[in-house]
């Protein structure tokens, strides 16, 4: 297993276009989260599955995101009419299901969006 | 909300000296605390993680502490070398989500 892979891993768009990401988690690691990281700020938390259940939403995922994970495996965030403001980092993360406590998240290489 | 705040914003050391990276969080109600390595324009690399109920965690030439009750985490890393620079990120676990700070940049010059 070689860890938490995204695809792209970088992504140019016109302003107004939609565009999706992909995250494959490791294996038998039923959480996976998305984060977006601006410059020189750290990770912001999005959203967060356990297996093919969407549980938690930050009020930064405005209507224009939309996440999936199909039969609890690989991921998919979606941006629709893209903006400026989208651009920035999205890092997608998973854990194994362990408690809150020892809850240590794996991240990806993420996908870098610039939207011109 | 959890604000998580983390000081210096960048440090540069020679060589050999020992780094020590400080984080401050404002709810003390946390499960853990993950401390993250990112180098420029890559992904973030798991370097330790700490339990809410643990004091301090070691990997190698470094070393974590916690206090929960006063909010503060250190990081420190032994006889730094110029591979260790980077930018080093905390993350306070609530729930199962994270919440970071901005990170401290680090450069270790030869």
């Known amino acids: 297993d070689t860890g938490v892979s995204q695809n792209p891993r970088h992504k140019i768009t016109k302003r107004g276009q939609n565009v999706t990401f992909r995250c494959d988690p490791i294996?038998?690691?039923?959480?996976l989260y998305w984060y977006r990281q601006t410059l020189g700020q750290g990770p912001e938390f999005l959203t967060y599955?356990?297996?093919?259940?969407?549980?938690?939403k930050s009020r930064l995922l405005s209507d224009r995101f939309s996440a999936e994970r199909p039969k609890g495996s690989f991921s998919t965030l979606e941006i629709q009419r893209t903006e400026q403001g989208d651009s920035a980092m999205y890092l997608c993360?998973?854990?194994?299901?362990?408690?809150?406590?020892?809850?240590?998240?794996?991240f990806g290489p993420g996908t870098r969006l610039t939207v011109l | 909300k959890q604000e998580v705040t983390q000081i210096p914003a960048a440090l540069s050391v020679p060589e050999g000296e020992n780094l020590v990276l400080n984080c401050s969080f404002t709810d003390s109600a946390i499960y853990n605390l993950q401390w993250f390595r990112q180098d420029p324009g890559k992904g973030l690399t798991s370097l330790l993680l700490?339990?809410?109920?643990?004091r301090e965690q070691t990997s190698g030439r470094l070393n974590a502490s916690l206090d929960k009750s006063s909010g503060r985490s250190t990081l420190y890393i032994a006889a730094s070398q110029p591979g260790d620079s980077a930018t080093y990120l905390c993350?306070?676990?609530?729930?199962?989500?994270?919440?970071f700070g901005a990170g401290t940049t680090v450069t270790v010059r030869a």
């Open positions: 993350a306070v676990g609530n729930d199962y989500k994270l919440s």
């Open positions: 599955f356990q297996n093919e259940a969407q549980l938690e």
């Open positions: 294996s038998e690691h039923n959480r």
């Open positions: 993360a998973s854990s194994p299901t362990l408690d809150r406590g020892y809850n240590e998240q794996f």
């Open positions: 700490i339990q809410s109920s643990q």
